[in-house]
């Protein structure tokens, strides 16, 4: 089952109670309001059953930690521990107030790419790169010191490249 929440604007009110805001100048703030994010919901909404099973997660959640993961070429564990420990991209992800608690394990980031499946990711990378090339000033590069790969089937093959390398 899935519920759509909508994005609510005041950002860690309670928390950052000095000056009740964060940089809008940050590369995540910047990327959260170039991404469709009604439009990646819409899509996500359709692999879930109106009504039946537990809530899913929230779209924007899991699809700001996939982008994450993307952006910053790193594995699901460490997604979920840039989240916890950012607010800039717990903002990007939709979230209100400053988590302290875990909020997401990074078996759900595993479970969504099965779910959604390769259509969805596509159009999620394709949301990515339009919104990246719209603005050139945003830089993501991965923790490894690579620049950030884009597609599924490009990250597949990078992925097949380093299995095989000595």
């Known amino acids: ?18 000056g009740d805001k964060l940089s809008s100048r940050n590369r995540w703030l910047k990327l959260a309001e170039a991404l469709p994010w009604e439009r990646l919901d819409a899509a996500y909404g359709r692999y879930f059953s109106a009504g039946y099973g537990r809530p899913a997660k929230d779209s924007r959640l899991a699809c700001g ?3 994450v993961k993307q952006l910053k070429n790193i594995s699901d564990e460490d997604a979920v521990a840039e989240f916890m420990e950012s607010p800039y991209i717990q903002a990007f992800c939709g979230q209100e107030y400053f988590a302290l608690e875990d909020v997401v394990s990074p078996g759900m980031l595993s479970e969504r790419r ?6 969805f990711l596509e ?3 394709a949301e990515l790169s339009s919104a990246l090339k719209a603005n050139r000033d945003l830089k993501f590069r991965s923790s490894r010191g690579q620049v950030a790969v884009f597609g599924f089937w490009p990250l ?11």
């Open 1 to 18: 089952m899935y519920r759509s929440e909508k994005f609510n604007p005041s950002l860690f009110g309670k928390l950052f109670h000095l």
């Open 65 to 67: 930690l996939l982008a």
């Open 114 to 119: 099965k779910r959604l499946g390769p259509e």
């Open 123 to 125: 159009l999620l990378d």
């Open 156 to 166: 597949m093959l990078e992925k097949l490249r380093a299995v095989f390398q000595p």
